[in-house]
T-cell receptor, first 116, second 111 residues
Framework: DVKVTQSSRYLVKRTGEKVFLECVQD?????MFWYRQDPGLGLRLIYF???????EKGDIPEGYSVSREKKERFSLILESASTNQTSMYLC???????????????FGDGTRLSIL | GQNIDQPTEMTATEGAIVQINCTYQ??????LFWYQQHAGEAPTFLSY????GLEEKGRFSSFLSRSKGYSYLLLKELQMKDSASYLC????????????FGRGTSLIVHP
C-alpha cells in the first residue's frame, strides 16, 4: 500500500525562524508536491519536483523553497517564517507519466503549522 | 487561467442521495478527479473521469461533460461517515500530472 509520511502532524514555530517540513514516500514515485490548504481557499500548489534535484514553482512559491536530494524525500523550507504562513501543509506524490493511465495523487496526513 | 467552482457547503439526510457539482474553465483538459477529505486527514482518491459519461463505484458515481465543463459526484445511500469535504481537481497541463483543485465542498450528513 502507498505510504506518504510527513514528519510532524503539528508544529509551532516563531516568526523569523527557518522551518523544515519533511515528506517521505515509499512508492518510488518520481513526482512529489507540496500544497498548503486554508479554509475557503482549498489546496494551493507551492512547489513540485519531477525528479531528484529537480524543482518547479507552483502557484504560490513566495517565501518557500524546497529540496529533493533523494527520490523518496521532498522537503519544504520556510526561509523566515511569517504569521501568514500558518496553515495546513500537505505533501503528495504521483507516478510518472507514460503508463497511459490517469494516476491519482497520494497524500500525506498533513502538518498543521502555526507561526507565532 | 483556470477556474474551478464548487458549492462551499451542502447538507443532506442519512440514507438520501446528494449530488455535488463542479464546473471548470481551463485551458485544455486532461482529466478530472474527485477526492474525499475527512477533517484533519489526508485527501483520498474517489474517482476520475477523462471521457464523457458516468463512472460508477459502489455508492459513489462521477459524471463528466467536457463540452459543458461540468462534473458531478453522486453519493447514494448516505451514511454519517460520508460527512467530509469533497474536492474536485482538474488536470489541464499537457504532459504533466499536476491538477488544479477547487475549494472543496463540505458535506454534512445528519440523521
Amino acid at each position: 500500500d502507498v505510504k506518504v509520511t510527513q514528519s510532524s502532524r503539528y508544529l509551532v514555530k516563531r516568526t523569523g525562524e527557518k522551518v523544515f517540513l519533511e515528506c517521505v514516500q515509499d512508492m518510488d514515485h518520481e513526482n512529489m508536491f507540496w500544497y498548503r490548504q486554508d479554509p475557503g481557499l482549498g489546496l494551493r500548489l507551492i512547489y513540485f519536483s519531477y525528479d531528484v534535484k529537480m524543482k518547479e514553482k507552483g502557484d504560490i512559491p513566495e517565501g518557500y523553497s524546497v529540496s529533493r536530494e533523494k527520490k523518496e524525500r521532498f522537503s519544504l523550507i520556510l526561509e523566515s517564517a511569517s504569521t501568514n504562513q500558518t496553515s495546513m501543509y500537505l505533501c503528495a506524490t504521483v507516478q510518472m507519466a507514460g503508463t497511459g493511465e490517469m494516476e491519482p495523487q497520494h497524500f500525506g496526513d498533513g502538518t498543521r503549522l502555526s507561526i507565532l | 487561467g483556470q477556474n474551478i467552482d464548487q458549492p462551499t457547503e451542502m447538507t443532506a439526510t442519512e440514507g438520501a442521495i446528494v449530488q455535488i457539482n463542479c464546473t471548470y474553465q481551463t485551458s485544455g483538459f486532461n482529466g478530472l478527479f474527485w477526492y474525499q477529505q475527512h477533517a484533519g486527514e489526508a485527501p483520498t482518491f474517489l474517482s476520475y473521469n477523462v471521457l464523457d459519461g458516468l463512472e460508477e463505484k459502489g455508492r459513489f458515481s462521477s459524471f463528466l461533460s467536457r463540452s459543458k465543463g461540468y462534473s458531478y459526484l453522486l453519493l447514494k445511500e448516505l451514511q454519517m461517515k460520508d460527512s467530509a469535504s469533497y474536492l474536485c481537481a482538474v488536470r489541464n497541463r499537457g504532459g504533466s500530472y499536476i491538477p488544479t483543485f477547487g475549494r472543496g465542498t463540505s458535506l454534512i450528513v445528519h440523521p
